[in-house]
């Protein structure tokens, strides 16, 4: 969500919606490639590294204390992905 280009094809404006919402809930998003059902249903949700980047919220301070980050890469990108701009 944090690279240049649309690749959720969300609306204009919708990812701002989406920060500030996850904002004022102290929370975070969900990387687009972890999505249930999205591409990769076997994947496990993960935190979106793009936000966690750029945003401090309570709920990314209490994993990190409690528990930390594991980092890991997102699953394999499949190439029809990058035919839109990026």
């Known amino acids: ?6 690749k959720m094809r969300l609306t204009p404006g919708r990812l701002h919606d989406l920060v500030a ?3 004022a809930r102290q929370s975070f998003i969900i990387c687009h490639s972890t999505l249930p059902h999205y591409k990769h249903p076997e994947v496990k ?3 979106c590294r793009g936000f966690a980047d750029r945003y ?8 990190a204390r409690l528990f930390g980050f594991v980092e890991v ?6 190439p029809s992905d990058f035919s839109t701009s990026t």
């Open 56 to 63: 401090d919220t309570q709920a990314l301070q209490l994993i």
């Open 21 to 23: 919402e996850a904002r």
């Open 73 to 78: 890469d997102p699953p394999q990108q499949d």
């Open 1 to 6: 969500m944090f690279v240049p280009g649309n």
């Open 45 to 47: 949700p993960a935190i």
